[in-house]
């Protein structure tokens, strides 16, 4: 059974960060819902429609193929030369794939779960287990009959900000289910007390979407009657 925690302040978040050994390689990822959200990659959660009637493996790629066709007269800051960096791209700017995303920095995990408003519990997930994967061994993500971690190179200032790496799941209709998951659950009442007091540990829209969007993301937040 999946543990569970839960936090009521970020200094809970701290003390049970802390405790954590370590040698433990922890992961993180923040959701706004605890009770609505599952550890499912953005692949497996769509419903095609008639340009996508076949099985969801067959759509999964040709999207792929189609964003790497097409997107060469995009890219300015990194060229990918692997179908890991491809499919990490393309989960970077919104194509649905196999990947989930999550964090090395817990504060960065406690920013997204608390970022948006919302009347419930959110929560942060910790994640202990699985292999890296080397693209050198395995060259096809689609090919794996295991999850794994994917650390990509820094394709995106905002991935380096975000300190953000990946999950990349064998069957990504599936909930990700682990002994070695752990989910803190944020109470509702602690959500908004948290993303002031990450934006004083310098954790905002700015600093993990370092833009003018970044900036004037957190200048309407600072100075506006927002949540």
């Known amino acids: 059974?999946?543990?569970?925690?839960?936090?009521?302040?970020?200094?809970?978040?701290?003390?049970?960060?802390?405790?954590?050994?370590?040698?433990?390689?922890t992961i993180f990822r923040g959701i706004t819902d605890s009770n609505e959200h599952q550890l499912i990659p953005s692949i497996g959660r769509r419903r095609f429609g008639p340009l996508g009637d076949q099985p969801l493996h067959i759509n999964e790629r040709r999207m792929f193929r189609l964003f790497k066709?097409?997107?060469l007269p995009y890219l300015t800051l990194f060229i990918p030369t692997k179908d890991w960096e491809w499919l990490a791209l393309a989960q970077h700017h919104g194509l649905p794939t196999r990947l989930l995303d999550w964090s090395a920095?817990?504060?960065?995990?406690?920013?997204?779960?608390?970022?948006?408003?919302?009347s419930g519990d959110s929560a942060i997930y910790m994640y202990s287990g699985t292999d890296t994967v080397d693209p050198e061994t395995i060259s096809n993500p689609f090919c794996i009959n295991k999850?794994?971690?994917?650390?990509?190179?820094?394709?995106?200032?905002?991935?380096?900000?975000?300190?953000?790496?990946?999950?990349?799941?064998?069957?990504?209709?599936?909930?990700?289910?682990?002994?070695?998951?752990?989910?803190?659950?944020?109470?509702?009442q602690a959500r908004r007390k948290m993303k002031k007091l990450l934006y004083k540990y310098?954790?905002?829209?700015?600093t993990l979407f370092p833009s003018l969007e970044g900036l004037t993301t957190d200048l309407d937040w600072l100075h506006c009657d927002t949540y």
């Not at 999946?2 to 040698?23: C, G, K, N, T």
């Not at 971690?149 to 990504?172: K, N």
Request: aromatic share 6%; net charge positive.
């Open 202 to 206: 310098g954790i905002s829209r700015e």
């Open 105 to 118: 920095n817990p504060l960065v995990a406690a920013y997204f779960a608390v970022e948006k408003e919302h």
């Open 69 to 71: 066709e097409a997107a």
């Open 147 to 188: 999850v794994l971690r994917y650390r990509p190179p820094h394709i995106s200032p905002h991935i380096v900000a975000q300190r953000g790496l990946f999950t990349v799941h064998p069957d990504p209709t599936k909930p990700f289910k682990s002994q070695q998951l752990v989910k803190l659950v944020i109470k509702k």
């Open 1 to 25: 059974m999946q543990q569970r925690q839960i936090i009521s302040s970020l200094e809970d978040l701290h003390s049970y960060v802390a405790s954590l050994e370590p040698s433990m390689s």
